[in-house]
């Protein structure tokens, strides 16, 4: 008996890269990290197991690792080191099945790109739309990638969208330093402000893509080209045949980038229309 066709797309975002070590990336020398990232490596070793396991409770999922190359030491990708990651800490044993459902969206320079390209990416491979979305990230980005990113590639109602959410530890305290001015002694006091300062930076970007809903201004799209370190392709299709077989309505932009159109179609809001992609 065939196993049913998948309709379930896990997106595990990708926030740095485990560059590989004895320690299975226990040991946060191994990541390579922003300095405001300090002591949140652990936490996203926690999103890969949840994705995996958010997988094996689905025979119908479909596990999407996002993320690209954004750091110039390393070709390697967020999405490739978090594989990499899982597999040598066994985390595939989770599974009742072989690992042929996880898939590795390589070229996302930003959380709104996450979601679309693992989108198109679970297309490619399936020939299918997915009819209902899992994301993992951190909490406090729920309302950035759900409600911001998900309605604005249109896939609606939004009660097709579960997710998953695990904070770094201290991203309370920094909000609490933040509304009291309490910033501590010694070393900690450093990382402690940055992380109160990205907590800032947190909700400026959710008003930037209120703004600009496809991230296709400068202050949204400038971000995404000085993290594209390795001139990573960012259409969102390979050839002008795939994008017109899929169905989707994109404009590609100056910078070589592809976006959605404000008013193109999008075969995903059909609840999982099956456009052939082969």
Not at 84 to 105: D, V
Not at 156 to 162: T, Y
Request: proline fraction near 5%; hydrophobic fraction near 40%; include cysteine.
């Amino acid at each position: 008996m065939s196993s049913p066709p998948p309709n379930h797309l896990v997106i595990v975002c990708g926030h740095a890269i485990w560059s590989g070590g004895p320690a299975n990336g226990w040991d946060e020398r191994e990541w390579l990290i922003e300095s405001y990232k300090r002591g949140e490596t652990p936490t996203f070793i926690e999103h890969i197991r949840a994705g995996v396991r958010v997988l094996a409770g689905d025979e119908r999922a479909v596990l999407v690792f996002s993320g690209g190359p954004t750091r110039n030491e390393t070709q390697l990708s967020e999405a490739r080191s978090y594989y990499n990651l899982a597999a040598a800490n066994g985390f595939f044993g989770l599974l009742p099945f072989a690992s042929s459902r996880i898939l590795l969206e390589e070229r996302a320079l930003d959380s709104y790109y996450n979601i679309l390209f693992s989108v198109a990416e679970f297309w490619r491979a399936h020939a299918t739309w997915p009819e209902r979305l899992t994301i993992v990230s951190h909490a406090f980005k729920r309302a950035r990638l759900v409600d911001a990113h998900c309605a604005a590639i249109g896939f609606l109602p939004l009660d097709r969208v579960g997710f998953v959410g695990i904070n770094p530890p201290g991203v309370g305290e920094s909000r609490l330093r933040e509304s009291t001015g309490v910033s501590g002694d010694g070393g900690g006091a450093h990382v402690s402000r940055e992380k109160a300062e990205a907590m800032q930076g947190v909700q400026l970007v959710v008003g930037q893509w209120a703004d600009d809903p496809h991230g296709v201004g400068e202050a949204l799209a400038g971000k995404r080209r000085a993290r594209n370190c390795w001139a990573v392709d960012q259409r969102l299709f390979f050839s002008e045949e795939e994008r017109v077989r899929s169905g989707v309505g994109t404009r590609v932009l100056g910078d070589g980038s592809e976006a959605l159109d404000d008013n193109g179609v999008r075969p995903w809001g059909t609840m999982g229309g099956d456009i052939e992609a082969r």
